[in-house]
Antibody, heavy 120, light 107 residues
Framework: EVQLVESGGGLVKPGGSLRLSCAAS????????MNWVRQAPGKGLEWVSS????????YYADLVEGRFTMSRDNAKNSLFLQMDSLRVEDTAVYYC?????????????WGHGTLVTVSS | SYELTQPPSVSVSPGQTAHITCSGD??????ACWYQQKSGQSPVLVIY???KRPSGIPERFTGSKSGNTATLTISGTQAMDEADYYC??????????FGTGTKVTVL
């Protein structure tokens, strides 16, 4: 059974940092692209970042470019999101999601999400 | 940046058909997919590659596309279908784009 379990969320002050993790199981992690997607309270889904299978290519949404860094450890089946210079508007539930290219670039599995609150 | 537009809300009576549209520039040249998100839960993929249904998704969910508009149709809508629905495409800049979301209410 495919499982994605996020952790690392919490309360942080503006300008602070936080590191999210996503533990994957039930599939061959190294052959899948992975993504982070966030959802602010009461708002819609927003794509944050994407990592190719070997981390050779990593892409970011304009709003987080230069502040967030996505990485992965294929040996430990883990995905990470280092978030620096956090802003109030970064407050959201952050989901990790598996990318399925053969399905037309869709996200076929999602984690339960981890809440990040940026507030003074 | 690329944008996908959905109606904010759709209301449907139980057993009737709901249509949720998603419009975007050159959407006809991209694959669209759809997610269902029930209150307090993670999104679930219900349609991929415009018209394909993942294993386990009921047949009452169908996808279609005409020109630059993709449509998710829920036939014989049930109370359990009440949720937010999002379309999504892959675009080169940025990589992925989600629609604005549609709240489906089953009256």
């Amino acid at each position: 059974e495919v499982q994605l379990v996020e952790s690392g969320g919490g309360l942080v002050k503006p300008g602070g940092s936080l590191r999210l993790s996503c533990a994957a199981s039930g599939f061959t992690f190294s052959v899948y692209g992975m993504n982070w997607v966030r959802q602010a309270p009461g708002k819609g889904l927003e794509w944050v970042s994407s990592s190719s299978t070997g981390s050779r290519f990593t892409y970011y949404a304009d709003l987080v470019e230069g502040r967030f860094t996505m990485s992965r450890d294929n040996a430990k089946n883990s995905l990470f999101l280092q978030m620096d210079s956090l802003r109030v508007e970064d407050t959201a539930v952050y989901y990790c999601a598996r990318e399925e290219i053969t399905s037309g670039y869709s996200f076929d599995y999602w984690g339960h999400g981890t809440l990040v609150t940026v507030s003074s | 940046s690329y944008e996908l537009t959905q109606p904010p809300s759709v209301s449907v009576s139980p057993g009737q058909t709901a249509h949720i549209t998603c419009s975007g520039d050159k959407l006809g040249n991209k694959y669209a997919c759809w997610y269902q998100q029930k209150s307090g839960q993670s999104p679930v993929l219900v349609i991929y590659r415009d018209t394909k249904r993942p294993s386990g998704i009921p047949e009452r969910f169908t996808g279609s596309k005409s020109g630059n508009t993709a449509t998710l149709t829920i036939s014989g809508t049930q109370a359990m279908d009440e949720a937010d629905y999002y379309c999504q495409v892959w675009d080169s800049s940025p990589a992925y784009v989600f629609g604005t979301g549609t709240k489906v209410t089953v009256l």
